[in-house]
């Protein structure tokens, strides 16, 4: 199989890693960049040397994902998933969901041990996983986590080291990721800029914009107004929500389905095939859709949740990136209702490139402590049977699910064009971050002056060139992109000596 030289490298730092006895690693990669050709890479190489690997998901849809690729490349593997007809544990390949892992974990390990295990989408950890982890550990087992966002509060007291050597701006750059156009809640003034770290100053200033309402905007018309004949998806903030963003499409003359873990798994296949096939144009769901879903032609997403999750935000934003030559697509439109942008970062933006150990402030700023709830059992207020569903099966009582959605009126700006975005006072608090970082870093003030222009597409006002304007300590936004903007000019230094 032919890998990219980036997906090379990977395999080169990992092999390190493993000489170095860091048994349990970490890699870092973005959605769209090709995470599971590099495990069947590691795969094909650990069968030509005879030795067993596993390869764990997190459910029976990303198992049977899984099982699909790695026979399309000669990799022939059993599957440890219930009575799964790919079942036959003598192939030294074994797909496993974690869920079915777990009642047979002690067996396996005494009966059928690894000799390599990779845990995909590693971000998200089970006992199961810890227990697997544990025992690799004491045998000196490889364990390779995979994922776009390892950001969750502690894994760096799990793995040993962190490999991450691709970014989501540079797969643009090499064409293999799309570009997006970005549009968020239009915001006058952005008072509180460089008061606090993390970017809470964007959300505590959109929260005075926004009031009681956690949209911004009509999602339709927005939509019908930026995205029309776009494949879309759309993140809803709960079930009830998610199902009136589809009826208000489908009464505006759109295609469009909704999908939840509620519904028969026909049903969502149905819809999932009608979706892909072109037939439904908006696709609106709030978790089911987030992770393992791969469809290069979704050209539009519509964020219609808040979070300050960044491995949510970004899953989110990882559906639209990938490119699609045959149809056209030529860039990702991202139409943000939440502020979610604003206060997580675009797809391009720079992402924290170590592993959280549980001390000082998390990578992720708000931890999901709590699962999607959409597969949740529950007890019938009516009956008291437990169940799972939106219907009692035995006194067929519905439970009604509260929407509980605010939407004030506004309008959205596109991100690209800041102005739209800041006020008069914003912008000179930037051009004193910049100013102060040029004053740390020794460098002449007109460096503050030209990345300014940068950043806002304007030239600094005049009145503002004066030695005696006193410069503001970085917030974590600012500094985040002047590392970027670093790296930008560098490598336009190396390869055009300006």
């Known amino acids: 199989m032919q890998l990219r030289p980036y997906q090379n490298d990977q395999l080169h730092l990992l092999r390190q ?4 006895k860091q048994y349990v690693q970490m890699l870092m990669s973005p959605t769209g960049s090709g995470k599971t050709e590099v495990a069947k890479a590691i795969i094909a ?4 040397k005879g030795r067993r690997a596993w390869f764990v998901v997190d459910s029976v849809s990303l198992l049977d994902q899984a099982l699909s690729r790695f026979h399309q490349s000669g990799l022939y593997a059993g599957a440890i998933q219930a009575d799964h007809p790919c079942t036959d544990y003598g192939k030294p390949i074994q797909i496993c969901t974690v869920q079915s892992l777990r009642p047979r974990l002690q067996h396996l390990l005494a009966a059928q041990p690894p000799d390599l295990v990779l845990i995909d989408e590693a971000h998200i950890l089970y006992k199961t996983h810890l227990e697997l982890i544990d025992w690799c550990r004491a045998n000196r087992v490889p364990v390779i986590g995979l994922s776009a966002t390892p950001f969750r509060r502690g894994l760096g007291t799990i793995f040993d080291r962190l490999v991450s050597c691709i970014t989501t701006a540079e797969l643009t750059e090499q064409g293999y990721l799309v570009p997006t156009q970005c549009w968020a809640p239009f915001v006058p003034s952005l008072k509180g800029v460089g008061t606090k770290a993390n970017g809470d100053w964007i959300e505590d200033e959109l929260a005075e914009v926004m009031g009681d309402a956690q949209l911004v905007g009509d999602v339709v018309s927005h939509w019908k107004a930026l995205g029309e004949n776009r494949k879309t998806l759309v993140f809803a903030c709960n079930v009830k929500h998610s199902k009136r963003l589809a009826e208000a499409f489908f009464a505006a ?23 892909k096939a072109g037939r439904i144009k908006v696709l609106v769901s709030v978790a089911m859709l987030i992770k393992g879903f791969d469809d290069p032609e979704i050209a539009c997403l519509v964020l219609a949740r808040p979070t300050q999750s960044l491995m949510l935000h970004y899953q989110m934003l990882g559906r639209g990136l990938r490119p699609s030559p045959e149809t056209g697509k030529t860039d990702c439109l991202i139409i943000d209702h939440a502020g979610n942008l604003l206060l ?3 797809p391009t933006d720079t992402l924290p490139d170590q592993l959280d150990t549980g001390e000082g402030e998390p990578a992720d700023r708000r931890q999901q402590a709590k699962q999607d709830h959409e597969q949740k059992t529950k007890a019938c207020p009516h009956c008291g049977f437990v169940f799972s569903g939106l219907q009692c099966p035995k006194c067929a009582h519905e439970i009604l699910l509260p929407d509980g959605v605010a939407v004030a009126p506004g309008k959205l700006a596109k991100l690209d064009d800041r102005r739209q975005v800041l006020g008069p006072t914003c912008k000179q608090d930037i051009y004193r971050e910049l100013l102060g970082y040029a004053r740390a870093k020794g460098k002449k003030e007109g460096w503050a002056y030209y990345a300014y222009q940068a950043f806002l597409k304007e030239p600094p006002d005049r009145a503002w060139r004066s030695s005696s304007l006193q410069s503001k300590p970085l917030t974590a936004e600012m500094s985040s992109w002047i590392k970027g903007y670093n790296i930008r000019r560098a490598k336009s230094h190396a390869k055009y000596g300006t």
């Open 253 to 275: 003359g759109v295609m469009a389905a909704h999908i939840d873990g509620y519904m028969p798994p026909h049903e969502v296949d149905e819809i999932l095939r009608l979706y």
């Open 344 to 346: 997580n970062g675009r």
């Open 45 to 48: 190489g650990s069968q030509a």
């Open 17 to 20: 890693g493993i000489a170095a």
